[in-house]
């Protein structure tokens, strides 16, 4: 049985649509034997592991628990979907004060329990700021935290097919860039189709300049759109692109879009956000994001955005102030 690696994946919130199919995803792809499944509500935590062995994947030992300690402990990697899902209605920010609290504990409970852990992808609702707060209470280098932030690009992409009536695979390097939520910045010059730069087409009878702004729009409220025709908010598209990240940090393929991660170089500060990055056994780092000067100013909102969001869970009390996140965290700058 060939496996990526045959250290322990822990699916956190595995008893929800989410971690379910992140747990199904992974034993598909083959990513290692040793999966525990976590998830506080034991029932529909069991029911999932029922399921799953029903499966009867080959080589897998798949366990669950509804222990933290026992979850976590011996991990080396973790995918977390452990936060409360966005609701009709509701926007990601609505979800903030109650998943900053979860964030925080989590964060503490890897500090306590798995701080060998190699990697970790937070999924749940705001991911830019949950994934900012797990970062700083576990202890872990920047490298080792990322969060996922690629929906936003494969929407793009996804709009881009069915406007264009085009194949996705002739739709290359889409990317959204900054906040994953309403305010992130949709990137056209990196895109090519057929090609072709993007900006190139838009403008022109192929694509509008005002078809285009509302192909924008309909790729920022993507996930709206799922939670109004589904009743409910995604699920699986967050679990395979999770699970692809997770697999490029065991040294599997690289993933192929953006990822939420720590940034602090002087323009962006301090802040957890989409960037044009690397993930692999070394973690993830990023690059320098170029774009037109709309791009720029676009991707320059978004930072402010979330620095608000960051602003309040500070004065929520559920982190400390900047100034003080070295004293947290002695890996943060």
Known sequence: MNFLTDEKLVIVGAAGMIGSNMAQTAMMMRLTPNICLYDPYAPALEGVAEELYHCAFEGVNLTFTSD????????????????????????????????????????????????????????????????????LYSGLKPSQVTTLAALDSTRLQNELVKYLHIPASEIVNCRTYGG?????????????????????????????????????????????????????????????????????????????????CYVNNGKFNHI???????????????????GTPAEQKELEESYKHLCTLRDEVIEMGVLPPISEWHALNPNID
């Open 272 to 290: 957890m956000m989409a960037m044009e990055t690397t993930i692999n056994r070394d973690g993830v780092t990023y690059h320098d994001v170029e």
């Open 68 to 135: 933290i300690k026992e979850a976590l402990t011996g991990a080396k990697y973790i995918v977390s979907s452990g936060g409360a899902a966005r609701k009709a209605g509701m926007t990601r920010e609505d979800l903030l004060k109650g998943n900053a609290q979860i964030a925080e504990q989590f964060g503490k409970d890897v500090r306590a329990y798995c701080p060998d852990v190699k990697h970790i992808v937070v999924i749940f609702n705001p991911a830019d700021i949950t994934g900012l707060i797990t970062l």
């Open 180 to 260: 994953h939520g309403e305010q992130m910045a949709v990137f056209a010059s990196t895109t090519k189709v057929d090609g072709k730069p993007l900006t190139e087409i838009i403008g022109t009878e192929r694509l509008p300049q005002n078809d285009w702004e509302e192909l924008k729009v309909r790729v920022i409220q993507g996930g709206k759109k799922i939670i109004d025709l589904r009743g409910r908010s995604s699920f699986q598209s967050p679990a395979y692109l999770s699970i692809e990240m997770i697999a490029a940090a065991m040294g599997g393929a690289p993933f192929r879009w953006p990822a939420g």
